[in-house]
């Protein structure tokens, strides 16, 4: 039988907005540059249900938290509490 573990690696860093507002900044990737990431769906569903819907029109600044573009790659914290959440629900 073959053990396969899935291990999670996060960047953090702060993300300065154009507006002067820091926002905590949570870069998600595995070794492999071209997986697929079925954990970031699991992840984004998470963050809906503790932090609220993520709705694209609004603006950033009226969320308080967002995701990249890409839709699994970066995720941004408005409160660091919140990152500091994401980090001991996904490490």
Known sequence: MVSIEMVMK???SDYHRSNG???KQVFYFEDNPYAYY???DEMRCW???QFGLYEKLNLAEDR???I???GHSTFFFRNPQDCTAFLLRWS
Do not use: G, I, M
């Open 68 to 70: 990249s573009l890409d």
């Open 47 to 49: 963050c809906e249900k």
């Open 64 to 66: 308080r938290w967002s």
């Open 21 to 23: 507002a820091v926002w």
């Open 10 to 12: 996060f960047r953090v």
């Open 38 to 40: 079925p954990a970031a």
